[in-house]
């Protein structure tokens, strides 16, 4: 995709929020309450962006927010696109390219995952340390030198620095944390016992049917990354009435947003 079009929507929200933001957040399923807590908020729906999508997933309210959180300038994203929605790689991680211009220099992603590590509970938030991609890599193509160089290192992906602040903040919060490895798969089906089981044998912790694409290009565009995924299903006790649905994973996520909104805040506050 060329850079026109990254810039276009650039130029269309820098006209509409007061600054450059040093921060972009994207909200996953359930977890838009956190754009309650931005200050002097600027809300622009994605319809009125040009080049945005539509984001059609529920608990996904489709607006671009602009203001400040924990003291410094913010642009989030109340709702994100999906690979199982239809749209191409390159859709669903643009608006990560529109940040880069806009001037972020780090990226927060959450997201509502079933938690394969049996440790982990409905409702526990987990620290993402590292990803397992089972989806297309946003990056295949021909590279986009505006960006970033062709072959992006991804041995430190989710920054230590970030992790640490979150882990100290918990701390003093009370809130506790689980730590793990996130797989994300294409979807929109939830997840066989058999493959639940898969991947917990390759290394994941939890599972979900987003956030790493958008990763993947943050890092080739040089934003550090933050990562956090709230458990809202336990995939690994197949009880005879298992069953995922889609709107108790909103219900679970909205439950812990107000934890997840609280450490977000803060190390956005504490980020240097």
Do not use: W
Request: net charge negative.
């Amino acid at each position: 995709m060329k850079t026109a079009l990254y810039q276009e929507s650039a130029d269309y929200i820098l006209k509409r929020i007061p600054k450059r933001p040093q921060v972009a957040i994207i909200l996953g399923s359930g977890l838009g309450k956190l754009a309650d807590s931005i200050q002097n908020k600027v809300v622009i729906p994605y319809t009125e962006i040009p080049n945005f999508l539509l984001s059609t997933a529920p608990g996904h309210a489709g607006n671009l927010i602009g203001g400040t959180l924990g003291g410094k300038e913010v642009i989030c994203m109340q709702g994100r696109f999906h690979y199982y929605e239809g749209y191409g790689m390159e859709q669903v991680t643009f608006p990560i390219r529109v940040f880069k211009l806009l001037g972020a220099e780090a990226l927060f992603v959450s997201n509502a995952a079933g938690g394969i590590n049996p440790k982990f509970k409905v409702g526990d938030l987990m620290v993402i340390t590292d990803h397992i991609n089972l989806l297309p890599n946003p990056l295949l193509g021909k590279n986009n030198p505006d960006f970033g160089v062709r072959f992006t290192d991804m041995t430190r992906t989710y920054d230590r620095e970030l992790r640490n602040i979150c882990r100290d903040m918990a701390e003093i919060h009370g809130i506790p944390l689980q730590y793990g490895v996130y797989l994300g798969n294409p979807g929109p089906t939830y997840e066989t016992p058999a493959e639940y089981n898969y991947f917990k044998t390759i290394g994941a912790d939890a599972t979900g049917m987003s956030t790493v694409p958008e990763v993947i290009v943050a890092r080739h565009c040089g934003l550090r990354v933050f990562g956090m995924s709230v458990i809202t299903n336990e995939a690994y006790d197949f009880a005879d009435d298992f069953e995922n649905d889609g709107m108790d994973v909103i219900v679970a996520a909205d439950a812990a947003a107000d934890k997840m909104t609280l450490l977000f805040t803060e190390i956005i506050a504490n980020l240097q």
